[in-house]
């Protein structure tokens, strides 16, 4: 299995958007060229991939966040997905360990994530890395008609 940066917008990346989106959320829609594009270039995203098997294809995705503000560098974890047929095979493990040397050579003293309740193997999987569930409140507003 490889771990890397996505750096450029492929049609192999788009198609892999398209496949591993629904397996993560079935509200939003896979991003498509111009919005992949938007997370590539931008400082504050890194979008990393996992390829697997002969030829090698992607077969699960990362995105990790990293922003200053005026306590110190963030870093947040979201949307980790593993191609069903590629479960069981360390794909999730592997991209979240590559997340977390990145964070932490960019400075990072702490790496966020959520995870929703249901996803119990997702949250077995954060708590045997080391992540420690926090007590906190998580606050959503949504904009959707605002303007």
Request: aromatic residues 4%; charged residues 25%; without cysteine.
């Amino acid at each position: 299995m490889k771990i890397e940066e996505a750096t450029d917008v492929t049609p192999e990346l788009v198609d892999a958007f398209a496949r591993l989106t629904p397996q993560l959320s079935r509200s939003s829609p896979a991003p498509g060229p111009e919005e992949l594009a938007e997370i590539v270039g931008s400082a504050a995203t890194v979008l990393l991939v996992a390829r697997d098997g002969d030829p090698a294809e992607i077969v699960g995705t990362l995105t990790l966040a990293l922003f200053r503000i005026p306590t110190g560098l963030r870093a947040w974890v979201e949307d980790v997905v593993t191609d069903g047929a590629a479960q069981g095979r360390g794909v999730a493990t592997a991209l979240l360990r590559e997340a977390l040397r990145r964070a932490g050579t960019a400075g990072a003293r702490t790496v966020d994530l959520t995870s929703r309740p249901s996803r119990e193997a997702a949250n077995r999987l954060y708590g045997h890395l080391g992540f420690q569930l926090r007590e906190t409140n998580v606050y959503r507003y949504s904009v959707d008609g605002l303007g």
